[in-house]
C-alpha cells in the first residue's frame, strides 16, 4: 500500500498498530528531501493473518533501507537513490521448511488503488529453506520518470510444495500485482516541482526482400535498397518517414499510444508478402504502457514500451496457375505471374507435343518471369493487335444454369429436387449417397457438398440456383466412364481445407464447374495454403452479368516451383458427356435463287 503523510495517522487511527506507526514515523523522518519527497513504507495485509502464510507454518519480518538524497534541482524529475528492504521468513513451529517466492516489480503512474499497467518479475526464488533473509533491491525511478508509484510486491507462492499456503489473501489483489494473494511493501516517489517531460518512444524494423515468400526476416535476406521507402504512421501524432537503405526508426520522442503503421509505396514488379492487409498494407501496433504488437511477426515489445523489427517483406514472386493438355481463356487478358523457366501451358503423353493454347482476349498476356508454353509452340491469341473476345450472346456457350434449365424443360426430361435425395434434405451440409441415381438435380438455394466419389458409368447435371461451396474433393476416377457438370447462378466457392501439397499433381476436383459468377479458390493464409488439382474444364461468368476466376491461395517459399491451381484435360469427360450436353450447329446457305 502507499501513504501519504497523513494517510499514516489514519491507518494508526483505524488499526492500531505500533508498528505501523513507527514505519510511517520512519518514512517521515528520514525522508523529507529538500525539494523531492520519496516515501518508503512496509505495508501487510489488512485482514488476520498480517504477517504469517495462510498454513501458519512461516512468519515474515522486514526491515527497510535509506533512500539516498536524490539531489533535486527545482523544476527537473528527481532520480531517486538506491532503497531495498531486508525480508526475514522464519518457522512458525520451530522446523526447517522450504519455499517459494517471487517479487514483482510494477510502475504505477496512477497510483496503487487501480491495477498497475506494467508488470516485470524482476525477482524470484524458488526452494529456500528456513530461517531465510532475503535482500531484495526495490525499483527506482530514473531521471525524468514519471511522478507517481514505484511499488514492489513480495509473495509467497508456496511453503513445502503447497501452494495454498498464500502470504495473503489468495482472493484478493490489494497490492495490484499481476498475482492473486501478493503481500509485502511498497514504496511511493514525488519527483521534483513542476511537470516532467514525458517518456519518449520509438518504433522501428526492415523493408526486406522475402525471398522464401516466409513472411519473416531472415538472416540471408537482404534489404530492399532499390529506392526510397514511404511509411506514414497515424496515431496519437502523424506523420511519415522514409528510408533508402531498407531500415528505418522513430523517435526516440514518439508519445505513447496506438499507431497504424503502413508502406505507402510499393515498387513496380513487387507485391507484399507480409503484411497481408490493406489497401495500404499496415500493422497496428501499441508503444508505451500496453505495448502490444498485435501479434506482427518478428516484433517485438522491450521492457520500456519500444516496438521492434516492425517489418515489411517485399516479393517478385506469386502463386500462378498452370494447365496440362488444356486451354486457358481470359477475355480480360491472361495475368499469370510465373517464376522465370517455367509454363503457364504444359504438355504430357496424352497430347503429345501439342500444349493447348492461351487466349487472352483484347488485353495482351503476361506471363511474370516465363513464358506461354515451351518452344516452338509458346502460342497465344488475342492481345491489343488482334483481339478475340467471346460476343455478349456466346456466354457460358449454352452451359450456364438458365440454358441448361431451359433445355432439360424443352426435352422433357425428368429433374429431381436435390433436398429430396437422402444425405442433401440439408442443402447446407449435402453429402450425396453412394448410390446415387444418374440424372439431372436441382436446388433453389445455395448448396454446401461434401466430399464425394461419383460411382462408374452413370452422368449427372446439378443445376444450382444459388452459390455453391465444395467442402470436400470431387473425384470421378479416369476411366469410370461417369462425368458430372455443376451450373450456378452464383458463385462457385472450393473451401480452403480441399487440395494437397504443394508438390502433389493428384487430382482434387474433378468435372465440369460452370459458374454464373466467379469461381473461388479460398485460402488459409499465413503460408498454410493448399494446392489444388483441378481435372476437367472451368467457366466463369456463364450468365453474362459478371464473374471472375479468384485465385486466393499462396504457397510462399513453394511459389518459385510449383503452382497454385492446375487443370488437366480430361478427354473421357467428353467421350462421355450425355447427349443433353450435346450442341448442334447448323449452317445453312443459299447456293442458288
Known sequence: MIHRTNTCLTLIQVLGICFLFFVCFYALSLFQLRYGKAYAELNYHLTPP???????????????????????????????????????????????????????????????????????????????????????????????????????DFVITSVDGNSNCHYGDPNSNQFGSSSPGSAGFCATYTNCPGVP????????????????????????????????????????????????????????????????????????????????????????????????????????????????????GLSNLSSWIQATCADIRLDDGIVDSLPQSTYGLLTNQNCTSTPGIAFTGDTAADFGQGQASANPADWTVGGTAYPEVYPASENGRGLSYTSLLAKAQTDGLPITDLSTVSGCTNLADCTLPTTLAHGIYQANDDVTLNAFTFPANQNYVFLINGNLTLQGSIAIPSGSGSTALFATTGNIAIASSVGGSASSAQSNLDGFYIAGKSFLVNATGNCRDLRLNIAGSVVVNAAGTGGTFQNQRDLCSDDTQDPTVTFTLRPDFLLNAPMFLLQEHTVSREDAP
Open 197 to 312: 517531460p514525458a517518456p519518449g518512444y520509438s518504433i522501428s524494423g526492415h523493408v526486406y526482400l522475402d525471398i522464401n515468400a516466409n513472411q519473416h526476416f531472415d538472416q540471408t535476406e537482404a534489404l530492399y535498397a532499390r529506392g526510397t521507402n514511404i511509411l506514414t504512421f497515424i496515431g496519437s501524432t502523424n506523420f511519415t518517414t522514409t528510408t533508402a537503405n531498407g531500415s528505418y526508426t522513430t523517435g526516440p520522442n514518439l508519445p505513447a499510444g496506438t499507431y497504424t503503421v503502413s508502406y505507402t509505396n510499393l515498387p513496380t514488379g513487387y507485391h507484399l508478402s507480409y503484411p497481408r492487409t490493406g489497401p495500404p498494407p499496415s500493422f497496428l501496433v501499441t508503444v508505451g504502457p500496453g505495448c502490444t504488437t498485435n501479434g506482427a511477426n518478428d516484433a517485438s515489445c522491450d521492457q520500456n514500451g519500444t516496438i521492434t523489427n516492425v517489418n515489411f
Open 50 to 152: 498480517y504477517q504469517q502464510d495462510t498454513c501458519n507454518l512461516v512468519n515474515i519480518s522486514m526491515g527497510e533501507s535509506i533512500v539516498g538524497d536524490n539531489q533535486c534541482i527545482e523544476g527537473t524529475p528527481a532520480h531517486v537513490g538506491a532503497y531495498g528492504v531486508t525480508i526475514n521468513v522464519d518457522p512458525l513451529d520451530g522446523k526447517q521448511h522450504t519455499f517459494n517466492y517471487i517479487v514483482y516489480r510494477n510502475n504505477c503512474p496512477q497510483g496503487f488503488i487501480k491495477p498497475c499497467t506494467q508488470h516485470l518479475i524482476s525477482d524470484s526464488g524458488a526452494n529456500q529453506t528456513t530461517p531465510a533473509t532475503l535482500s531484495i533491491a526495490m525499483q527506482t525511478p530514473a531521471a525524468g520518470s514519471f511522478c507517481g508509484t514505484y511499488q514492489d
